[in-house]
């Protein structure tokens, strides 16, 4: 999954599409979370309750971001 968020910011990257990329997951979700430290993006922080899931309980979103300088 890794590669492919990585490919993703190339491409981005390359045809110019957007300086700031950032994306969120669910606090539980730890997995999502090491593929966008893997992929070098910066936590930025807690949404508390800002998310639900589809039993409708609310809970905590990470929010990561990476800058197109920062794309390696």
């Known amino acids: ?3 492919c968020v ?3 910011f ?11 990329i950032f994306a969120k997951h669910d606090i539980e979700n730890i997995k999502s979370g090491n593929v966008m430290k ?3 993006m910066t936590l930025e922080g807690v949404l508390r309750k800002a998310g639900a899931n589809n039993y409708h ?6 929010i990561y971001s ?7």
């Open 6 to 8: 990585l490919g993703m």
């Open 1 to 3: 999954m890794t590669e």
């Open 38 to 40: 893997r992929a070098g």
């Open 10 to 20: 190339q491409y981005i990257k390359k045809k110019r599409i957007a300086k700031r």
């Open 57 to 62: 309980v609310r809970h905590d979103l990470a």
């Open 66 to 72: 990476i800058l197109d300088e920062e794309i390696k």
